[in-house]
């Protein structure tokens, strides 16, 4: 595991004793160029903060309102973001690559 990886987990915990809700998503495919690789991961909180990166920026945000829906009773999803997806477009990954990203709550 990188040290930003192991940085990324200690602020999660850190945030989970201090009794927020925090999601994690992580990078679970590529294909292509993609800003980043697989097993990046990027934290977030209840109030919107985060750590990490799944995407270089690209679609940080979009993965962001995910955990917000997650925070909410929604469910662990797979997001997938490609130049061929409208999406991408919108969030900003017109890079050429496509990134799969997996979204969960941590208990």
Excluded: H
Excluded at 2 to 12: E, G, K, M, T, W
Excluded at 41 to 47: G, S, W
């Amino acid at each position: 595991m990188l040290s930003d990886d192991i940085d990324v987990i200690n602020i999660a915990n850190n945030w989970k004793k201090n009794g927020k809700k925090v999601a994690l998503a992580t990078v679970i495919q590529t294909w292509g160029s993609a800003p980043r690789g697989v097993g990046s991961k990027l934290v977030i909180d209840q109030d919107g903060n985060f750590e990490g990166s799944v995407s270089g920026g690209c679609v940080e945000g979009a993965v962001i309102n995910e955990a917000m829906e997650l925070f909410d009773g929604g469910r662990p999803k797979v997001l997938e973001f490609g130049v061929s997806n409208e999406m991408a477009w919108e969030v900003g990954l017109a890079c050429g690559g496509t990134i799969k990203v997996y979204i969960s709550e941590l208990n």
